[in-house]
Structure formats: structure tokens, C-alpha cells
């Protein structure tokens, strides 16, 4: 093990940066050299890269987004794609890869890992939490604490109106960032797309509020439940609330990492590292059971991970 | 003077609980009761208000909303209602009414002034800035803030995937709140609804930016230019640029008032109890070459407050 | 299992309301009553307490302190004071108690467990992060986010005049708060009260730096390690770096709670009352292995808790 | 006009960066080019500096520091350093300097301008807001912001134990930044180097507070009083208050700047720019009664800004 080489891909996360610092850092410490891919799957097809050094790396941990920029890059999904790819890895002697994103890497990176011998190291980075194999991704927390932080705000213009507020939060097909964002705020109905919910229900809860004296609501619904534009109508239609939509944005995705962002990052960044001295690829690491492990990067990619729906559960009696 | 009343009316502004706060202490220290009106308008038609003391608005400068509670309250627009309101000031001996809130609430105060001897004094608080007769309302500097805060943070995003934002702002159909946000988060384009552009202005900015090695841009619209969405979809259908759309939402009317939002307050209720006990009413308070002055009500309600172009020229040159 | 009592004791953390809230809310979907024991010890000593509701604690997920207020309470180490605290709980028929704190408030707690039948149950609520048998205390998440942003703003400062900043953290005797705030700012050099360091050492590193071209560097010092004024000048006068100190003050132990805060307070608030519904009392809840789990109070009293050693090897290896 | 050179100067202030680049990006627009002196003086002295670009000084809009660096030069004050500087303006055919910095800055340039024919033009950042000519500074909106986040949070764990605290907080020897941070925070007593006070004059409003039933206390205290450590022993020796000191540290001068630090920054950056193009240096420019204007830097040099304490009366009427 000589050389390694970094790649940020999918959509950024808060705390990439720190993990490329924390890769680069450590490695070096290990006499290794670092080249960071550029553009994600990108750089790795056309050969864009630059070395990382311990000093090109300072000052950039509390940065958001990723100096090694990212794209979606739907043709990777391409054989002839990868090969390039594998060649770039081949040619530049890169003998260990480490991809910091989310699910949609994780499965380019299992295609690459198919045409090549160097070894891949998956580091789960995206703030949807949704990647088997890790209790938290890199970015999740900073994306919840955004969240929470805007609706703590718009908790104030619902009381003052007394009205009924939907928040829309990201997370793709899944509600791992509605669920921790729902029970943080306190909000009084959480929608997540893994629990089938009746209109029904929704309508009796905000009656029931309105009677015990909650004047103003908070429904956090995620992204993957449908279209919040056309319940905001059906719930304003049937009950007597007075309901207003927000869409969180792509604010969620960007700012500076919180601390467990950070340390996460830094974490993970050690264990792959680690991973790839000891000549171990193929595996993504991650957060099990409060301590930094890894798992074989195909099942992660072939396994959802599942939502608690105990705290769901919980969420609902401390809306009461 | 001995009893005065407040009411806040129409959208929620951070910084109208610092007001409240301020003029029921200011008006305590010269012996005067503060009834405070709940619920906006409703409050006043209703009769019902609760009496405010020095320590019942203890603790309330740093949040955001309004312990008062408001309401947009269509029907006093109907003479009727005007005239319970009177009674109610009337029947309580309100001697000097303030009413906290933007536009909207200063021509219900207007057609109030009619019907009633009570002296009603304006408070502009409003996010979007567009009251005639002061520089700047209670929560416009909050409002701004918020929103610089989110771009901040897209424009990590943005960079990372080299990307270009439209973020809406709001600012109902005026352009202040865009014009400031669209200035001090370095806006490549500022669209306000006061200044007609043509789209194709639009595209060949971004083109130009793009050959001189900006890939990423942010675009910052108010909500009165129109339909965001269709303009995305148009940029990214005749530039090279990949186009994402956020709306800043209801965050931008909550949360804790800045400094400034809250020292605006104070000097508001200060001028606002003095004209009351100067025996001057129909008038709204303000801020106008940087120190608190008054104007005529009727005058604030019928002049429309004029958006300045030299800032937009201004923030073209920066964002070159 | 009728009534339970809840009481904060001890210096005050960030989700403290949150835990308050979500004990009172499960209790009541459990048919339990709840009283809460107002300003610590002295609520139970002198009787002073009042009915908590599912409504009473509504609105507060968000707010710093504790609306039972706290005190330190030195005169619950004397036999008569635990002897009346014993009384109260008796003669209002609690069943159950529940008490937020940290170590000290613990200790007290197991006192007061030997003088009654009461069951308590401790929930670990602390800044400090240092109480045996979690991997984490309510508070503690937000105290290492408040510390790392005031950092990241000094870190502005210190570049810009290339100087050495040694910051200063909470954390009385132990260095849990400086570990991670300290990896988490990226700081050149961590100083926690568990490790013995040599001043040489320090001067070494900074030197070493300034070769490499670092030329302003961050020290994270705890609390507990000494005179970090006198450090200051010592620094000065060994090595070139010009060194400024600041010691980030009570605003560590206030503000809004993190989400993670606000979550681990409900988490350990349905374990804390599962608890006390089974019959098992002088216990105290808490995180290990990533799952909410409780151990026995009089252990949790008599450890002393680790410091992650290699935690801290990581941080110098990331300060390269 | 066909050069003009950028300097930072004494204590870095939020807000330098974004005057950095409207003045490189205004300049450019006029055809002048742009050199940015290093470190203060000593790039002058030194004849360090690096061209500035449009593109050069992307990004940094919301940075906290100075780009340029910055130092504090006592050398500054040798007439034969002053000669240095001169030439080296000479040498690089600099027409016109812009000095970003504050009063001490101001003094060094008007030395300065005696030893050259290069138009010199001040632009006002400093926390403090103490350079007359101008009602307000760059930075400074942030640094009261950052100071009242701060004790927004001071005020969860004041107000959770019944304590007073006495927050101390930047200003050098003026009141300024203490005393619109003191109004904003609704401190209860706000002490400034301008205004005399008697000890037991604070001792008396605590025990009033006390018996109106105000529990907890803030009092926000300049740097430029003296010693608040002793003072905070005083206060607890006298009343029966628990008191806390807290001294908001370095913070203060970093951190993302406000909105309004940018825009100020944007504003004086244009004018400055202007004001060279027109041949006339020697200014500094500033905000007067809600417009950009320019002094003669003597005159602001030479004259002692004003407090205004009718604010300060203000504050103690709304502290009822």
C-alpha cells in the first residue's frame, strides 16, 4: 500500500471535507500518498486528480459541501465507463480507493470493484442516514440540526397565527432524517413513506388537538410520502385548520458540520484507512452499536436499512 | 393618557415581543396601563385583551412571534367591525392605541382613526420591509439574516455539484428583502419585481460566468417576479447549467430577532408612547436618516415606498 | 405506580425541558401523576413542588435551563436535610422519583435512596459528560457545538493575526468536553486533565508547526489542567508565537438543545419511566453500545469514567 | 487613477473580507488594478503584496478575518518606517490606498499621508465603532450579535439558578459595543468607561430587582470599566445575589459576517473607490444619518466619537 486515492460522489454531505482532511492526515502518517478524484466517478473515468496533502488540507473541517467537487454521474452505470475507470486506478498505481457518499456510490463503487484489484473502501457519507451497515452517516446529524433549527423558527410564526405548518424534509425514498427531525422538534404527526398513514387519522389527531387547546401544529413529512402540496388542501379542507406548507430546502444539504459530523468523519476516515493497510477492500465502515466497524460493501448495497419505528412509536406519545 | 392598548396584526415579525416588552415598560414609567389586544383585529372587534405588565413581558425581547397573537382579519375591512372595534376602545378607555404590523394593518388603523377619538400610532414591523415612511421595519434585519444564513449554506451545495440555485425569497410583491439578501450573499443575479428583465439577460449572464470560471451561481428572486419554477426549467433549458430551485419558506417570518430587529423595537415603542402622550395620533413611527422620526398615517397607507435601484446596480458590479 | 416526582439538581444542561417534557408526557399516557420539585434538593426539603401536565410542559423541547430551576445544594450531604427530602416524598405519596443531573446530584440521590422507599431513578444530564455508565449525558452534544462554533469564529481571528489561541472549556475535573470539542475544531493541541503534559512538549509542537508553515495554531484546553493564564505566558516566552487566551464561558452550559440532545433526553426519559413501572428503582438510564440501557446507581456513583485515550492519539495525528 | 493598493490594519473585524472584494471588483470595473498589501503595515513597509482580481476574491464574502492578514505595527510609529512605506507605494506607482481598519489604523495612515502623494482613504472596520465619522463600523452589527447569542444563552443558566451574571464584553475603552448589546439583551444593568458609576448604586438596583420579584440579573459590562473580577466579588459581598462572571472572548471579532456587515462593507468599498476616482483622499468614508458620506481623516483622527446616552437611559427603563 503506496497509494491511495479519494473520491467524493452523489450528492455532498456536511463533514466530507472533514473526512478528506482526516484521510489525507492519516495516511500520510502512515507514509502513504493521497490523489483526490475531482467530480466524483468523473475524475476517476477521465482522469482528473490532484494530490492531497496534509497542508492542502488545512482550514477545510468546518467547511460545507466537498473541494473535490461531486456530480451525479448516471453513466457510470456503464461497463465501458468503469473500465475507464479502473484503468485510471490501474495506471496512476492508485492500490487502495476510498469513496466517501451514499448508497448510489456504494453500488458504483461495487461495480468497480469488479474490474479492478485496487482495493475499495466505502465511507457512508449523505445526510438521508439511509445506508445499511452504519447507525449514522457523515452529514445527517448537520442536515437534522438544520431542520430542527428552521422549524424551531417556524414554530413561532404557527403559534403566533395558530396555524397548522407541514414541513417538508429531505431524504429521498425514506424518512430516516423526517423520523429524528419529528421527535426533536416535538412535532405533533410525523409522515415517513416505510408507514402507510390513513388521511383519516391525521384529520382525528389535529381535531383532537384543537379540542385539548393546541392551537398551532407541526406535521414533518418526508420528501418520499408524496405530494405535501395536495395534503396541505385535503387537511385544510377537512379539518378546521388553517394549514401552511414549507418546503425545507437544499439548505439541509450544505453549512458548516456539526461536531458529530466531525468526529464521525474523522472516525470513519481512521477505519478505512486502517481497512486498506491491513489489505482489507471491498467493505464500507460504519457506526454499529456505538463503535466504528465495517461490513462487506455488496450487502450493504443489498440490504435496506430499517427504520426504528419504536421511536416513531414514541414520537407519538411525546406529541401528546 | 392613561390607558393605552396594543395589538399586533398581520404577518408575524421577529422583533414585535421586543416592541411589546418595550412599550409596556416605557409606557409603566409614565404611569400609564397597557391593555394588550389578542389575536389581531379580532382582539379589538371581540373585546378581548389582557393587561400587560413590566413583568408579564419579562423575558420575551429574544423571541420570536408575538405573545399577542395575530391574525389576518379580512372582515374589517366591513364598516361594522370598524365600529365594534371603536366601541371596544371606547367601552375601555383606551385613551392611545399602537397597533404593531405592515401595511395591511395600517389601513385597518387608517379606517379605524375614522371611527374613533382613541389616538392610534403605527409600529411598521413587517419582514418585507415595504411600509412608506421608515428605512427599515421591525424583522426585516432578522428576516435578511435568516436567509443569508440558508444561501450560505446552498451555496456550499451549489459549488460542490456546480450547480445553479434560484433561491426565492419572500417580500410579498415588493423587492427589499431580495434586493439586501440577493447583495450581501453575492448574488450572481438579483431579481426583484419593481425592475422588469428580460430572460435572455438572464442566460447570457450565466454563460458569461461560465466562460470566466464561475460554475456555479446563485440567483436570488423575490417571491412577486413570479413563477420560479418555470423560469428554472427555462435557464436550464437554454444554458449549459444544471438548475435547482429552493423557496426559503416560513423561517424567514420566525425566530429570534437579531440586534438590530430588536433595538428598532425599542426605539419604535419609545417614539411611539412619547407622540401618544405628546396627544399626537395618526401616525406611524420610523426610521429616516438614521434617526426615529414620525409621519402621517394616512400618508404612510397611500404612498408606495420606492426600492433602490442604485443597491441593484451596485450588486451587478460585485458580482462580477 | 401513581405519582412520580422530577426534579433537576446540580449545574443545568441543555434538554433538561426536554427530559422534563418527555417524562411528564409518557407518565401521563401511563396513568401516572407527575410533581415537579422545584430549585433541586431544596424542592424536596421544603415541600415545594407543583402538578406537571402533558400541557404544562408544551413549548419547552427547545428552551436551555430548566423551568424547575436548579441550585447546588451543599446542605443535602447532612442526614437531617436527605431525612425531610425522605418526608416530602412520603407524605405526597410519590412513588417514584426522577432525578436530572450529574454526578453530584447522583450521589445525593444515593442518599436519599437509603432514607426511603421511593424508587429513584437517575437520568444523566450534565455538560460534563462524566458520569459512569453512559456514553453520553443530555447536554453534552450542545455544550461541544456551542464550544466548537465560538472556536471556529476564533480560528478567524487567529489566522488573520497568525497567532496561537488557547481556548479554554468547561468540564470541571475531566476532559471529555476539550477530547472532542478539541478534534472536532481541528486544534493543534488538546490538554485534558487525564493526560500529564509536558510544557516542553507543547513549545515543541508549536515550533514544529510554525516550520511546516502553520502559523497560527489553536490549543483546547479543559478547565481542569491548570492555570491556563499562566500557560499563556509561558508559551510566549518559549516559543516565537504571539498567544492570546480565551476561556469560553457559562454560555457552554445554555441555549437551545442540539437535536441530539433533545433526542437522548426523550430516549433516557422512556427508560427512566419504564423503570420505575417495573419496580426497579436506585438506578440511572443511559447510552452504551448505541442502545438506551440503565446500570445500578451506587455503581454509577463509585466509577470513575474512562477517558477515550485513543481518541486523543487520533487528534494528534489529525493536527499534523 | 490606474492602480490602487488594499490594506488591512490593526484588529481583524467581520466584514474586512467583503470590503476586499467590492473594492477589487468596483476597481476592476473602473479599469484600475489592485494590490493587496500583507500583514498590515509591514506589507507596505516590506513591499509585500499580491495582485487582486475579480476572480481572486470570489468566495470570501462570508468569510470572518482578513484575507490580507493583519497586525498590530508599533514600528508603525517610526518616522523611518513610515518613509519605507511611502516608497514603496511610490516604487509600485500605487495612486491611491485604501486602509481598512480603525482608529489606530486611521492615526498610521494620516502619518502616512504626509510622506506621500498617494491618495489615502480610510474605510472604517472595527468592532468597537469607535471612529468618528461614522455612526457605525464594519463588524461591528456582528460582533453585537455574536455577543447577544452568547447571552441569550448566559441568560437559559442565569435565569435556571437565580443568578446574576456579569458579562463583560469587547469595546477597548468605549461603550459603544456594550451598550447596544446591553439594550438588545435587556440587561438589567449596562456599564460603560463613559459614564460614571456608584458601586452602590448597582447594589441597590439588584436588591430592588430582587424584590420585584426579578430572580436572575445581567449585567453587561465594557471591557474599558475596570476590573469586573473584583467588582463581581463586590456585588456578591453586598446583596444577597450568587454571582457569575463571564467574558466573551476572541469570538467576538470572527465569525461569518451579518447581513449588514456585508452591506456596510459593500457601501464603504464603493464610495472609497469613488472617492479615489475623483482625485480626493484623506477621507475615511461613514455612515451619517442614513447615508454613505466622507470626513476628512484628520478630523476623524482627531475627534472623540460621542456615546449616546440617551440610549443608555432608554436601557434602564425598559430593564424595569
Given at each position: 500500500m503506496r497509494t491511495i486515492g479519494v473520491v467524493t460522489s452523489g450528492g455532498d454531505a456536511p463533514g466530507m471535507n472533514a473526512a478528506i482532511r482526516a484521510i489525507t492526515r492519516i495516511a500520510y502518517s502512515e507514509n502513504l500518498q493521497v490523489l483526490g478524484f475531482e467530480r466524483g466517478w468523473e475524475g476517476l473515468i477521465e482522469s482528473k486528480f490532484r494530490p492531497l496533502t496534509p497542508r492542502s488540507v488545512g482550514g477545510i473541517i468546518q467547511s460545507g459541501g466537498t473541494i473535490l467537487h461531486t456530480l451525479r454521474c448516471p453513466q457510470f452505470k456503464r461497463k465501458e465507463m468503469i473500465r475507464k475507470a479502473a484503468e485510471t486506478l490501474d495506471l496512476n498505481k492508485v492500490d487502495g480507493l476510498i469513496v466517501i457518499g451514499g448508497n448510489g456510490s456504494f453500488k458504483?463503487?461495487?461495480?468497480?470493484?469488479?474490474?479492478?484489484?485496487?482495493?475499495i473502501v466505502g465511507v457512508p457519507a449523505t445526510i438521508d442516514n439511509d445506508v445499511f451497515g452504519t447507525d449514522e452517516t457523515i452529514?445527517?446529524?448537520?442536515?437534522?440540526?438544520?431542520?430542527?433549527?428552521?422549524?424551531?423558527?417556524?414554530?413561532?410564526?404557527?403559534?403566533?397565527?395558530?396555524?397548522?405548518f407541514i414541513v417538508e424534509v429531505m431524504g429521498r425514498k425514506r424518512g430516516f432524517l423526517a423520523l429524528t427531525v419529528g421527535i426533536t422538534v416535538g412535532a405533533e404527526i410525523i409522515l415517513?413513506?416505510?408507514?402507510?398513514?390513513?388521511?383519516?387519522?391525521?384529520?382525528?389527531?389535529?381535531?383532537?388537538?384543537?379540542?385539548?387547546?393546541?392551537?398551532?401544529?407541526?406535521?414533518?413529512?418526508a420528501e418520499g410520502i408524496g405530494d405535501t402540496r395536495?395534503?396541505?388542501?385535503?387537511?385544510?379542507?377537512?379539518?378546521?385548520?388553517?394549514?401552511?406548507?414549507?418546503?425545507?430546502?437544499?439548505?439541509?444539504?450544505?453549512?458548516?458540520?456539526?461536531?458529530?459530523?466531525?468526529?464521525l468523519a474523522s472516525l470513519f476516515a481512521d477505519k478505512a484507512v486502517k481497512l486498506l493497510l491491513k489489505g482489507r477492500g471491498n467493505r464500507i465502515v460504519g457506526l454499529q452499536k456505538g463503535r466504528i466497524t465495517s461490513i462487506e460493501l455488496e450487502k450493504s448495497c443489498k440490504t435496506e436499512k430499517p427504520l426504528d419505528l419504536k421511536l416513531l412509536r414514541l414520537a407519538s406519545v411525546l406529541a401528546t
Open positions: 458504483g463503487a461495487l461495480e468497480l470493484s469488479r474490474e479492478t484489484d485496487t482495493l452529514g445527517f446529524d448537520t442536515a437534522v440540526n438544520t431542520a430542527v433549527n428552521e422549524i424551531d423558527k417556524i414554530r413561532d410564526t404557527a403559534i403566533s397565527h395558530e396555524r397548522t415517513v413513506p416505510e408507514v402507510k398513514f390513513e388521511k383519516e387519522e391525521i384529520f382525528k389527531i389535529l381535531k383532537e388537538n384543537s379540542a385539548k387547546g393546541k392551537k398551532s401544529s407541526i406535521i414533518v413529512a395536495k395534503l396541505a388542501k385535503e387537511i385544510e379542507k377537512n379539518t378546521a385548520a388553517e394549514v401552511r406548507l414549507s418546503i425545507l430546502g437544499y439548505a439541509q444539504r450544505g453549512g458548516s458540520p456539526t461536531a458529530r459530523s466531525r468526529l
